[in-house]
């Protein structure tokens, strides 16, 4: 099969899978209560405003929003405490899929409905996947990496006749999860949109900019409402530069919080200061001391700088080891879960790119298991 034959197959294939959530939205009454929960980092933030702009064109106003950083026992525990607050009767999560058994079930037995837009590789064996009348759970896995949430969020808004267009925010979406390369054939770019928001192939800076500024609810969370709320203007207005252009006025702290986190990181990437190298394993673990969010970030310039490691950068909390971890060649989504087996933590994400919540007392073994794992990963090959 030729590479555009593949693509137009793919692109089908997620339509197929987005009617599903368009016959989910055109069944919510026009009286529900609705509660968005999405991944608290710019890709989860964008597809919530988009889905905001939608869910407000098809007069299903009464919606709330709650962002959720971490992945995990406690983070679902929250989210159900958050539909019980809100009384909410019908549940759309964005990028983020509650990896626990029974969570789904708990939420549909309250009487809610739930909706599932994402991306990420889901957990097996996993209830999230089986669609039954109160669950439909989209997440194009079958056909090659699947775009950002965001496209998938864009790709529904248009189908479902969206007044505007979303492409540029969902360039930016996919952009902050580094999903670009998968996400704009999926955009149908015009040469026009092309020159104006990926000049030369790579994303124009103010989109860049704007890219940046959405770190800023990993940084300090209570900003993540404001920073959707400004998105969801600037789709409305159609002006994807918009938040840029405040850059002076009311996103000035996003940018204060930006640039200190900038200054922290360059500090920390240069100094490595107890950086332990595991040879046999191609592991190497950073431990670092932030009051800011910035171990995700460290641990992708770390990876440009060791390409053939799996790069794993640890903050610590009062009781956990909190992990970022990157890799070029293994596959985290399948090494981290397994490392995790038989200890107090949990961990997953995507096979680049993923994260880990380690109780303290077991982070040793924590890095024993990972560290057999991805050498039976590199026997493997
Ligand atoms: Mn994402």
């Known amino acids: ?68 950083q971490s992945r995990g026992k406690e983070a679902e525990e929250k989210i159900l405490k958050q539909i019980h607050k809100h009384g909410s009767n019908t549940i759309i999560l964005l990028d983020y899929t509650p990896n626990r058994e029974q969570t789904y079930g708990k939420i549909n037995q309250q009487g809610a409905k739930t909706l599932t837009i994402d991306h990420h590789p889901c957990k097996e064996p996993s209830e999230a996947k089986e669609d039954t009348e109160k669950h439909t759970y989209v997440n194009p896995q079958k056909q090659g990496t699947p775009p950002a949430a965001s496209v998938l969020c864009h ?57 940046s500024v959405l770190l800023a609810p990993y940084l300090k969370k209570e900003l993540a409402p404001r920073v959707h709320k400004y998105i969801k203007e600037s789709i409305e207005k159609e002006n994807p530069v918009l938040i840029q252009e405040e850059k002076y006025g009311r996103t000035l702290e996003l940018y204060k919080i930006k640039e200190k986190a900038e200054k922290q990181k360059i500090k920390q990437t240069k100094k490595n200061p107890d950086l332990e190298v595991h040879e046999e394993a191609k592991l190497v673990t950073v431990p670092i001391e932030s009051k800011l969010r910035i171990k995700s970030e460290i641990a992708d310039q770390l990876r440009l700088k060791y390409p053939e490691y799996v790069i794993a950068v640890k903050m610590e909390n009062h009781e956990k080891c909190l992990l970022s971890l990157r890799s070029s060649r293994a596959d985290l989504s399948k090494a981290v879960p397994k490392a995790c087996e038989g200890i107090n933590g949990e961990g997953g994400g995507h096979p680049h790119a993923a994260g880990a919540a380690i109780n303290k007392q077991h982070y040793q073994e924590f890095i024993k298991n990972l560290k057999k794992e991805l050498k039976k990963q590199r026997r493997s090959k």
């Open 1 to 68: 099969m030729g590479k555009g034959e593949k693509m137009n197959k793919k692109k089908q294939y997620i339509e197929e899978e987005l009617q599903k959530a368009q016959k989910f939205i055109n069944s919510i009454e026009t009286d529900s209560n609705l509660l968005i929960i999405a991944h608290s980092d710019g890709d989860g933030i964008i597809s919530s405003a988009i889905i905001t702009k939608l869910l407000q064109e098809k007069n299903k106003e009464r919606t709330n929003h709650k962002f959720i």
């Open 155 to 211: 790709l529904l808004y248009q189908q479902m006749n969206g007044e505007k267009n979303t492409k540029p925010w969902a360039i930016i979406g996919a952009h902050s999860d580094t999903r670009i390369k998968q996400s704009i054939p999926l955009l149908d770019l015009t040469n026009e949109e092309k020159e104006l928001y990926i000049p030369n192939g790579r994303m124009n800076r103010s989109l860049h900019e704007i890219s």
